[in-house]
């Protein structure tokens, strides 16, 4: 059975610190990972989408990694801000059918960018 | 372009009451439908997930049930509320090229 694990639940850093959040799986099959944030009342938005085949996305400062081997993928925030304060999500996606849709989500990483 | 309308932003009902909260597609056809609950301080829990007219899959034994009536169309209804479906409802939506899952933007239950 697939399992996300997002590690530290909660993690807080001055502005201007890069930093990494960590997102592993238990099992390397998968079809994609998404990258989710969460604003506190919000739905949950899109930020990077990797393939299987893919190794890494970018986007502005947002750079998304994933190593199905070791069955990690990792968010990398360059020059954090405050308005970078957000939970992030990571979401595997499975291929063919069967329970929960396919699709396995972490519980999440809460990141507060203190200014 | 794709768009997911969600509605009502929020919602306050007492125990017992029924409830029916819709979520419309724009813009793809056949997309599989996603109900997720999130519970205040913990992860997202599958509902339900329907990956056609008429077709519902359900993860959670409850009192909760959904309909597809339409392609673009999921409804998550109750015939009567308890306190423990109180949470943040979302609906979703597997779309584009890249098949990337697309959120609404959430329902905010309270059961009192």
């Known amino acids: 059975k697939q399992e996300v694990t997002q590690i530290p639940a909660a993690l807080s850093v001055p502005e201007g610190e890069n930093l990494v959040l960590n997102c592993s799986f238990t099992?390397?099959?998968?079809?994609?990972l998404q990258w989710f944030r969460q604003d506190p009342g919000k739905g949950l938005t899109s930020l990077l989408l990797?393939?299987?085949?893919?190794r890494e996305q970018t986007s502005g400062r947002l750079n998304a990694s994933l190593d199905k081997s070791s069955g990690r993928s990792t968010l990398y925030i360059a020059a954090s801000q405050p308005g970078d304060s957000a939970t992030y999500l990571c979401?595997?996606?499975?291929f063919g059918g069967g329970s929960q849709g396919n699709l396995i989500f972490g519980k999440g990483t809460k990141l507060s960018v203190k200014p | 372009s794709q768009t997911i309308h969600q509605w009502p932003a929020t919602l306050v009902q007492p125990v017992g009451s029924p409830l029916s909260l819709e979520c419309t597609v724009e813009?793809?056809?056949?997309?599989?439908l996603y109900w997720y609950r999130q519970a205040a301080g913990r992860g997202l829990q599958l509902l339900f997930y329907?990956?056609?007219?008429?077709?519902i899959s359900s993860e959670v034994p409850q009192n909760l049930s959904a309909s597809r009536p339409q392609d673009r169309q999921f409804i998550l209804s109750s015939k009567k509320l308890l306190l423990s479906d109180s949470g943040f409802y979302l609906c979703?939506?597997?779309?584009?090229?890249?098949?990337?899952?697309?959120f609404g933007s959430g329902t905010q239950l309270s059961v009192l």
């Open positions: 979401a595997v996606r499975l």
């Open positions: 099992d390397s099959a998968i079809y994609n």
């Open positions: 990797i393939q299987s085949s893919q």
């Open positions: 813009g793809t056809s056949n997309p599989n």
């Open positions: 329907s990956v056609g007219i008429g077709q």
């Open positions: 979703a939506y597997l779309g584009g090229s890249n098949e990337k899952l697309f």
